[in-house]
């Protein structure tokens, strides 16, 4: 079966992208001026961040 990929998205999945990235860094902003923490990817692996966050506070004095 040859089947063919793709590298770009089509302008509909383009814009899908575009609203979906939008939403999450309203989101992020959002958490972040309440002060919530956001649980993130950072080279495969998940990444808390902010202020509240689990584990955060460990090392302060």
């Given at each position: 079966?040859?089947?063919?990929?793709?590298?770009?998205?089509?302008?509909?999945?383009?814009?899908?992208?575009?609203?979906?990235?939008?939403?999450?860094g309203?989101?992020?902003?959002?958490?972040?001026?309440?002060?919530?923490?956001?649980?993130?990817?950072?080279?495969?692996?998940?990444?808390?961040?902010?202020?509240?966050?689990?584990?955060?506070?460990?090392?302060?004095?």
């Open positions: 079966m040859n089947t063919k990929q793709k590298t770009t998205p089509s302008p509909e999945g383009q814009r899908q992208l575009e609203m979906l990235l939008q939403a999450v309203k989101t992020l902003e959002k958490k972040r001026r309440l002060g919530h923490y956001a649980v993130t990817w950072r080279d495969g692996k998940p990444v808390v961040l902010g202020d509240d966050a689990p584990g955060a506070n460990d090392n302060a004095p």
